[in-house]
């Protein structure tokens, strides 16, 4: 049964593409990044970006990231989405910043000291003592660990030395101060709310993809598709399953149904399955499978991994069982996230599949009071805002202003 409110349902579609999956490495190459982590009660999180530097390629391997930015190539090389950067182990949770030969040398020796049963805490320590960094090269990471009964997150700091940092927004990379600024706001106040770990991390994930969509972020060497870890009691889980919809809020101003141009609507699902980022969208034209750099592409078993992977993500695709669905605008900083739990139809969104002009599209019928939020321009459109939909009611719970 679905829970319809008063009013009409205003409706925008979007072509769905799906191609074979083509599970990627992270090859030798410099490229910063952009990894924030914050801890909130017992559970840490880590959020980190999938753009790479390659400083010996002249051309992108596509045109366009997921959301739709455009691929960097100059002088000094390619950047470009292209990485998974977040490792997740039994009792610890990582995400590294810098060259890439010193992040594989250290999460190499981390697994070493972890395999032979070293503490958490020793294995960073002892990683990072054993890692070389040469003087000219940056190297920066964090780390999510069970220490002294609790989940702690910690980072290294400039002296290479584990530092643990709890009370702090750990921000680690080349992003402006004020791409910093606005997921630090948005951190702050989902922690006063006190929401749920999937709450949060679906409401900073919906932050920092949104910068992406409205300013664009591989000029300044980070940007693509974001992805997250949850650390807690129960060890490191990803992020749970995220479906964005970006949209040019202007549409609803002429009719309530706008057409199913690729321009007016993107589609891009982002799921972690088999330890594998997934990424689906008619950007990409189809589904993408980011491996750890850890991984071979060419071991057979990695492949069935990447296969299985792509089929789970396509399964929830079609099913549009995700546990959220976010709404991205491309002109003002204002983020919608909007709890489903793995339904196609709540209060405030309905998703299903038509055939229209012999394309099978995604329709998504918004109900009309949050429709007419996105019609409306923001009085102040410069300050992000996120507005969170809970599943069981409509009321909409602004969680950063």
Known sequence: MIRLLTGVWDRFSTTDGCVAPRPERLVV??????????KHRDSVFIIADSATTRTNAHSPRSPLSSFGEQHIANSKGVIEESAFKLFRRKNVALACAGDVPEILEF???????????????????????????????????????????GSRLARLSSGGEWVPSDDKVVHLGTPSTHVMSIVHTTIGDARRADKSPDVQMACVLASCQGLTVQQGLLEQHAGGAFSGIIFDGRGARWQPDVAYLVLDPAGFSHTPILPPANDVALYVSC??????????????????????????????????????ALQQANATREARAFDFVT???????????????????????????????????????????????????????NIPRIFFYDYREYAPDETAA
């Not at 190459?29 to 914050?38: I, K």
């Not at 000219?136 to 009964?149: D, I, Q, T």
């Open 327 to 381: 709404i991205l605008s491309t002109r003002w900083h204002v983020t919608t996230v909007i709890e489903t739990k793995k339904q196609s139809s709540t209060a405030a969104i309905r998703l299903s599949y038509a055939k229209e002009n012999e394309k099978r599209t995604l329709v998504v019928q918004l109900n009309s009071q949050l429709a007419s939020k996105l019609r409306g321009n923001p009085s102040e459109p």
């Open 107 to 149: 999460v190499r020796r981390l697994d070493d000291h972890l395999g032979r049963g070293m503490p958490a805490w020793a294995a960073l320590v002892a990683a990072r003592r054993e890692t070389q960094v040469s003087q000219n090269k940056s190297f920066e990471a964090v780390a999510a660990l069970r220490l002294f009964g």
């Open 29 to 38: 190459r410099r490229g910063m990044t952009y990894v924030v982590a914050w």
């Open 271 to 308: 799921l972690v399955r088999n330890d594998i980022l997934v990424v689906n969208s008619q950007a990409k034209a189809g589904a993408v499978g980011f491996l750890s750099p850890l991984s071979d592409p060419d071991d057979p078993a990695v492949l069935e991994l990447a296969n299985e």
